[in-house]
């Protein structure tokens, strides 16, 4: 329960040789044998109770959409906005940039709102793999519900769990095309949907496990933020497949936080510090948070900012 599942071992080495998966199988022999860690038992219990692996209650969950341009939202739209656990309540400006640039974009857009609850990623990495279908069927279900032809997320987890895990270890699909928010963003200022003013920052990015490794996303993100006018994209010595994981991935953020926040530190201090850029950017709210508290907590004084944050404010620029 120490391995962040990144996979970082096995893309160095030997591509075939996906020491991750043999933990998630490991985890589940242990799980059926009723010797799952209390960590992750009761993060079941929370995703049972509430539909967040941390208790966050209902209505914290939602309180990020207070103040929003748009009120209310239908029922029925052509993209469902799946805003995720870790966006809602700790990452909340990433979910405000997304709805600002996808109304700025005039998207024909959704959200669940209260009735979002949790896709699951905690229940499938910590071996529960039982519960994790119960959830899974239900979020078809309110998926279904909507009639989206499209459901973009904001957190890389919740994207490699529709994606991969559901068909891949749950047999479950989704009911609709699922993309991570930087690869719509992406098409939306490729499609010119979205125009973007000069930010004079300099900025290098960081490749979430979730999107990156597992998912093969790696363009768009950096497509993203280059084609912000005056925007200097400077890339890391160890980036895309070979990129060092910042440790809050695979349960490990709960299961053994000071490994956790030590590995956001080496990340830090290792490979973005010798950049001198203005900002650190990513694509994942764990990762957001965890290296938030590494740079916090050992005073670097680095900014952590979403991809779609950036992409917001260069929009913000622009005039309708």
Same mark, same amino acid.
């Given at each position: 329960?120490?391995? &962040?599942?990144?996979?970082?071992?096995?893309?160095?080495?030997?591509?075939?040789?996906?020491?991750?998966?043999?933990?998630?199988?490991?985890?589940?022999?242990?799980?059926?044998?009723?010797?799952?860690?209390?960590?992750?038992?009761?993060?079941?219990?929370?995703?049972?109770?509430?539909?967040?692996? &941390?208790?966050?209650p209902v209505d914290r969950r939602v309180?990020?959409?207070?103040?929003?341009?748009?009120?209310?939202?239908?029922?029925?739209?052509?993209?469902?906005?799946?805003?995720?656990?870790?966006?809602?309540?700790?990452?909340?400006?990433?979910?405000?940039?997304?709805?600002?640039?996808?109304?700025?974009?005039?998207?024909?857009?959704?959200?669940?709102?209260?009735?979002?609850?949790?896709?699951?990623?905690?229940?499938?990495?910590?071996?529960?793999?039982?519960?994790?279908?119960?959830?899974?069927?239900?979020?078809?279900?309110?998926?279904?519900?909507?009639?989206?032809?499209?459901?973009?997320?904001?957190?890389?987890?919740?994207?490699?769990?529709?994606?991969?895990?559901?068909?891949?270890?749950?047999?479950?699909?989704?009911?609709?095309e699922v993309v991570h928010a930087s690869?719509?963003?992406?098409?939306?200022?490729?499609?010119?949907?979205?125009?973007?003013?000069?930010?004079?920052?300099?900025?290098?990015?960081?490749?979430?496990?979730?999107?990156?490794?597992?998912?093969?996303?790696?363009?768009?993100?950096?497509?993203?933020?280059?084609?912000?006018?005056?925007?200097?994209?400077?890339?890391?010595?160890?980036?895309?497949?070979?990129?060092?994981?910042?440790?809050?991935?695979?349960?490990?953020?709960?299961?053994?936080?000071?490994?956790?926040?030590?590995?956001?530190?080496?990340?830090?201090?290792?490979?973005?510090?010798?950049?001198?850029?203005?900002?650190?950017?990513?694509?994942?709210?764990?990762?957001?948070?965890?290296?938030?508290?590494?740079?916090?907590?050992?005073?670097?004084?680095?900014?952590?900012?979403?991809?779609?944050?950036?992409?917001?404010?260069?929009?913000?620029?622009?005039?309708?």
């Open positions: 329960y120490t391995c &962040s599942l990144c996979g970082l071992c096995f893309a160095q080495c030997f591509q075939e040789t996906q020491v991750r998966k043999a933990v998630m199988y490991a985890r589940r022999n242990i799980a059926e044998k009723g010797l799952t860690p209390a960590a992750f038992t009761e993060s079941a219990k929370s995703i049972s109770e509430v539909g967040d692996p &941390s208790g966050m309180s990020w959409m207070k103040g929003l341009r748009q009120p209310s939202f239908p029922r029925i739209a052509d993209v469902l906005y799946w805003v995720g656990c870790v966006v809602a309540t700790r990452t909340p400006n990433t979910a405000k940039a997304l709805v600002n640039v996808m109304s700025k974009a005039e998207v024909d857009f959704t959200l669940l709102g209260e009735r979002e609850g949790c896709c699951g990623y905690v229940l499938l990495a910590s071996g529960l793999w039982n519960e994790a279908k119960d959830v899974a069927l239900r979020v078809v279900k309110r998926v279904k519900e909507t009639a989206a032809r499209v459901l973009v997320t904001s957190c890389a987890g919740c994207y490699y769990t529709f994606a991969k895990l559901y068909p891949e270890v749950l047999n479950v699909e989704m009911p609709c690869q719509f963003v992406c098409d939306l200022i490729k499609d010119g949907q979205l125009g973007l003013g000069e930010l004079n920052l300099k900025v290098t990015y960081h490749d979430p496990c979730s999107l990156g490794r597992h998912c093969n996303v790696f363009d768009e993100p950096r497509n993203a933020l280059k084609a912000v006018p005056n925007l200097k994209l400077v890339e890391m010595q160890l980036s895309k497949r070979r990129a060092r994981c910042c440790g809050a991935g695979g349960g490990l953020w709960s299961f053994n936080y000071p490994v956790s926040v030590n590995s956001a530190y080496v990340r830090l201090a290792s490979d973005v510090v010798p950049l001198g850029v203005d900002a650190l950017t990513t694509a994942c709210p764990a990762c957001n948070v965890n290296l938030r508290h590494a740079s916090v907590k050992k005073s670097l004084g680095i900014k952590i900012y979403d991809v779609t944050e950036i992409i917001e404010q260069a929009a913000s620029i622009v005039r309708s």
